[in-house]
C-alpha cells in the first residue's frame, strides 16, 4: 500500500520521484515540526531526534500505509505521540534511579552513598599495582594527559594506555555495585 495524501496523490510514483517529493516534504515541515515537539519536550536534541525518527518512519513504511488526513497533520500528530513516548520513556528511566538509589541507601544504611563509594574506590585504588595506580591517579585526579604522565615517569605512551586499561577494568569490577550512584552524580 501506497502512502497517499488527503487527494489521494501518491507520495511515491517511483524511487526518484518518492526522494524528491520525501525531500520536499522534509525541507518544508521541518522546522515547524521541531518548534512544536520543543514546546512539548523543552529540550532541543530531543526534539531534533523525535522529527528524525518520525521521519525516518514515514519513509520507512511510505508503501505499507495510507494517511487519510493530510500530510501536514499526520506529520503533527506522530511528532505528539513520539514527543509523548519519550516522556514516558524519560520517567520510566527517573523511576528506576531512583529505585536504584533507595536500593543502595539500603545496602549501605550506616553511611552516605558517596562516602561509601569514596570508601570503596579507595580500597579498589590500593589493590592496583604502584605504577598502575600511580598512572590512573595522575591522569584522575591530577588532570594530566596521558603523554604527560608517560614522561613524567619515564615510561611509553602504549605502557600509560596499558595501565589505565587495568585500572578501569579492576574498577569497574570492584564498584559495580555504585554504578547506578555513579550514574546519578555524573547525569547531575
Not at 517511483?14 to 515547524?32: G, L, P, Q, Y
Request: aromatic share 10%; with cysteine.
Amino acid at each position: 500500500m501506497e502512502v497517499t495524501l488527503a487527494k489521494r496523490e501518491p507520495l511515491v510514483h517511483s524511487n526518484d520521484e518518492a526522494a524528491i517529493h520525501f525531500e520536499e516534504t522534509f525541507k518544508s515541515n521541518v522546522k515547524a515540526l521541531h518548534a512544536y515537539a520543543y514546546t512539548i519536550l523543552r529540550e532541543d536534541g530531543a526534539a531534533e531526534e523525535i522529527v528524525q525518527n518520525v521521519f525516518l518512519k514515514l519513509w520507512e513504511n511510505r508503501k505499507r500505509m495510507a494517511i487519510h488526513t493530510s500530510l501536514k497533520a499526520y506529520l503533527y500528530k506522530s511528532v505528539y505521540h513520539e514527543s509523548l513516548n519519550y516522556l514516558k520513556h524519560l520517567q520510566v528511566r527517573r523511576k528506576y534511579m531512583e529505585e536504584a538509589m533507595a536500593n543502595l541507601r539500603q545496602q549501605v544504611p550506616d553511611e552516605a552513598p558517596d562516602e561509601e563509594l569514596q570508601r570503596q574506590l579507595g580500597e579498589a585504588l590500593s589493590q592496583l599495582p604502584e605504577k598502575c595506580r600511580t598512572v590512573f591517579q595522575m591522569s584522575r585526579f591530577e588532570d594530566f594527559k596521558y603523554q604527560e604522565i608517560a614522561d613524567k615517569l619515564g615510561i611509553s605512551l602504549k605502557t600509560v594506555e596499558a595501565h589505565m586499561g587495568k585500572a578501569l577494568k579492576l574498577l569497574r569490577l570492584r564498584l559495580a555495585d555504585f554504578l547506578p550512584l555513579l550514574i546519578v552524580l555524573f547525569w547531575r
